[in-house]
C-alpha cells in the first residue's frame, strides 16, 4: 500500500509591534506563553509525526528582545505590578486591556475569571468603583493564565494557580512570571532541537513579511484585478524585497545553524519576478494557496505544462517554475482542508473533527489512484498551510485534545505519510512533475492583493510609504558621496532603513479600509507612521506632516481622495 504524502505547515507570525524602547501592543509575548512553545511540545510528545514550522523573523525577533528586557511592554508590566500600587490610569488599563481573550473557552472556564468579567461588563454602574485591590490582584494573574498553553497549565506553578483560582498573592504573581519567561526561553532551542533530529523542518519569511510582489512591482496587483485602483505612484523597489530575502536567510543561519530550504512568502503571495528572487537568493522550495494555481492554470501553456494531470488534481502536486537561477518546487495549500483546522472544526468533538479530516485525505487519495493509478502516489502530495496560533483559543483547551488526536491518528494511518515539504523535495522524481511556466500573481486570500492595495486608505499608506521611499534613497546616495562622515553616516541609514523595512510589512495594511475589525485598528496605524517618522528622524529629515495624522483622516481632506484614490492607466 502506497501512502499519501501530507505535508503539514503551521505558520507563526507576529508583526513587529516595538517602537522604540516600547511594544506596544503584547501579541508576540502572550502567543508565546500560550501557543508557540505549546505547538513545538505537541510534536515532541508524538516524534513519530511530521511537520513543518513557519517562523517569521520579525517574530523571534521580538521574542529575543522580551526575553533581553530592554524594551517596556505595558501589559506585561502589570502582570507583576503590586495591586497596591494602582492607579486610577492603571485600574482603567487594566479594565480595557485584561479581558481580551475568548469568552467562552477561555475566561468562562474559570470561576473566578468569569465573575471578574461579569462585575466588569454585565453590573452596570463605574466599573472601577466595583473593583478592590484582590480583584485587580486576581485580573492579573487570570489573564496570564488565560494566555498559557494547555500543557504547561498541567505543570507546576501553573497547575496550582489554576486550582487556586482566586485569592492570589504578590508573590503568586512574580512566581507565575518566573515561570512564563522560563517557557518563553525554551521557544527557540526547542525548535532548533526538533529540526536537528529531523522531525520537523523549519522554514523563513521575509524578514518583516512584506507582500513580495508589491515591493518589487505595486502594478502586480492588476494581475488578478485588472482594473483595480492603483496608488499615486508606482511603488517599484525590488532591491527591498531583496534586502527583506537576504536578512531572514541569514537570520536563520544565525538562529538554527543551517541555511533554510524553504520560504513560505507573507501571505502565500508570490509573483513571477518573485520566483525568481526567491530561487536567487537560494531557497529550494515556496508555496501558496490553490487558488493563485487555479488562476495560473487558466493560461493556456500552464494547461498545457499540466501533462495527463487533471486540472482539478494539480494542488495535489509540486511544481517546477524555471528560473534564472535554475529549479525552484512550489506547492499549493487545499484551501478546504486547511480552513476545515483553522475555522471549521473549533467547535467540533475532537475525535469527530479529526476523522472527518482523516476521511477527507483519504478520499482524495482514493480519487488520485482511481484517476491515474496507484503510482501517482510516488509523486502526490498534499499541502495543508495555515496560521498556528490564531485558531487555538476558539478550541476546547487550546486545542489541546484535537492537536493529540491528529497528531496520534496520521501517524497510525497507514494510507498516510505526513512528511516535511523538504523531504518531497528531495525524493521526487522532478522528471514526473508539472512545470509551471508562469504564476498570475496572488495571496492566499482570494488569490489577488485586495486586502493591501486598491481600496482609498490603502492607497493612501502606498503612497505615504513610497514617499519616504524616496526621501531614503535620495539621503543614501548622499551619504555614498560624502567624502567625511561616511562610515558615521552609513550607520544611520541602516538605521533607517530597518525603520522602513518594518513599515513594510503587510500587517498594517490588514486593518486599513473595512476589510477586518480590531479594537487595536488606530494603534496599527499608528506603529506604521511612527516607523516612518522614525526613518526621517535617523536620516535628520523634517518628518512629512501626513505623517502626523491618522491614515483614515488624509482621505477625508480636501483634496487628498481624488489624488490618492486616482485609477492609474492599465498595464501595457
Known amino acids: 500500500m502506497t501512502p499519501i504524502k501530507l505535508c503539514l505547515l503551521w505558520h507563526q507570525h507576529q508583526p513587529y509591534y516595538r517602537a522604540g524602547d516600547r511594544f506596544l501592543m503584547p501579541w508576540a509575548w502572550l502567543h508565546s506563553t500560550k501557543d508557540y512553545l505549546e505547538m513545538a511540545q505537541h510534536l515532541e510528545r508524538h516524534p513519530e509525526m511530521h511537520a513543518t514550522i513557519n517562523l517569521v523573523p520579525s517574530l ?3 521574542i529575543e528582545e522580551y526575553l533581553a528586557g530592554n524594551a517596556y511592554d505595558r501589559v506585561v508590566d502589570f502582570m507583576t505590578k503590586d495591586a497596591d500600587s494602582l492607579w486610577s490610569g492603571d485600574q482603567v488599563f487594566m ?14 472556564r474559570s470561576p473566578r475569571y468569569r465573575e471578574l468579567y461579569e462585575k466588569a461588563y454585565f453590573r452596570g454602574g463605574d466599573r472601577q468603583s466595583q473593583f478592590d485591590t484582590q480583584d485587580y490582584r486576581d485580573l492579573a494573574v487570570h489573564y496570564s493564565l488565560a494566555w498559557t498553553g494547555e500543557i504547561s497549565r498541567t505543570q507546576e506553578p501553573f ?15 512574580q512566581a507565575l512570571m518566573r515561570a512564563q519567561i522560563e517557557n518563553v526561553r525554551k521557544i527557540i532551542p526547542l525548535h532548533r532541537d526538533l529540526l536537528n533530529s529531523g522531525q520537523i523542518e523549519l522554514t523563513t519569511t521575509p524578514f518583516y513579511h512584506p507582500i513580495l510582489p508589491l515591493l518589487v512591482d505595486s502594478m502586480s496587483a492588476r494581475e488578478a484585478m485588472p482594473n483595480v485602483p ?3 505612484a508606482q511603488f517599484k523597489a525590488p532591491e527591498e524585497a531583496i534586502r527583506q530575502l537576504e536578512m531572514c536567510r541569514a537570520y536563520y543561519k544565525e538562529k538554527f545553524g543551517k541555511d533554510p530550504q524553504g520560504l513560505w512568502p507573507s501571505e502565500g503571495s508570490l509573483s513571477q519576478d518573485v520566483l525568481t528572487l526567491v530561487r536567487k537568493n537560494g531557497f529550494l522550495w515556496t508555496a501558496s494557496d490553490e487558488a493563485v494555481l487555479n488562476n495560473s492554470i487558466d493560461s493556456h501553456e500552464t494547461k498545457a505544462a499540466l501533462k495527463s494531470i487533471k486540472p482539478e488534481h494539480g494542488k495535489y502536486f509540486p511544481w517546477k517554475a524555471e528560473t534564472s537561477d535554475g529549479e525552484l518546487i512550489v506547492f499549493f495549500r487545499d484551501h478546504l482542508l486547511s480552513d476545515d483546522i483553522g475555522f471549521t472544526y473549533q467547535k467540533w468533538n475532537a475525535r469527530d473533527a479529526v476523522e472527518n479530516f482523516k476521511g477527507n485525505i483519504l478520499r482524495i487519495r482514493d480519487d488520485l489512484i482511481e484517476a491515474y493509478g496507484e503510482e501517482i502516489l510516488d509523486d502526490a502530495c498534499i499541502s495543508v498551510i495555515l496560521d498556528g496560533e490564531n485558531c487555538w483559543e476558539f478550541y476546547l483547551n487550546n486545542g489541546f485534545e484535537f492537536l493529540d488526536t491528529l497528531y496520534s491518528t496520521l501517524a497510525s494511518t497507514p494510507e498516510i505519510s505526513p512528511v516535511t515539504f523538504s523531504n518531497v523535495v528531495a525524493t ?17 486570500i482570494d488569490a489577488n492583493f485586495n486586502i493591501w492595495i486598491g481600496q482609498t486608505e490603502d492607497n493612501i499608506a502606498w503612497d505615504v510609504l513610497a514617499q519616504a521611499k524616496s526621501a531614503f534613497d535620495s539621503a543614501k546616495r548622499h551619504a555614498e558621496s ?3 562622515g561616511k562610515n558615521e553616516r552609513m550607520t544611520q541609514i541602516e538605521l533607517a532603513h530597518e525603520e522602513l523595512m518594518i513599515a513594510e510589512g503587510s500587517d498594517w495594511w490588514w486593518w486599513y479600509d473595512d476589510d477586518h475589525f480590531s479594537s487595536q ?8 507612521r511612527m516607523h516612518l517618522r522614525a526613518m526621517y528622524v535617523k536620516l535628520d529629515l523634517t518628518v512629512p506632516a501626513n ?9 477625508k481632506s480636501d483634496g487628498i481622495i481624488h489624488k490618492y484614490g486616482a485609477m492609474q492607466p492599465a498595464a501595457s
Do not use: C, Y
Request: proline share 4%.
Open 428 to 444: 521526487s522524481n522532478k522528471a514526473n512533475l508539472p512545470i509551471l511556466p508562469q504564476i498570475v500573481a496572488g495571496s492566499w
Open 547 to 555: 505623517l502626523m495624522q491618522q491614515i483614515s483622516s488624509l482621505k
Open 95 to 108: 479594565l480595557d486591556n485584561f479581558f481580551i481573550a475568548h469568552r467562552e473557552e477561555v475566561i468562562d
Open 482 to 484: 560624502m567624502s567625511e
Open 230 to 232: 492603483l496608488p499615486s
Open 521 to 528: 485598528k488606530d494603534m496599527f496605524d499608528e506603529l506604521f
Open 159 to 173: 497547575k496550582s494557580l489554576v486550582d487556586k483560582d482566586r485569592n492570589f498573592t504578590e508573590d503568586d504573581k
Open 60 to 62: 523571534l525577533k521580538q
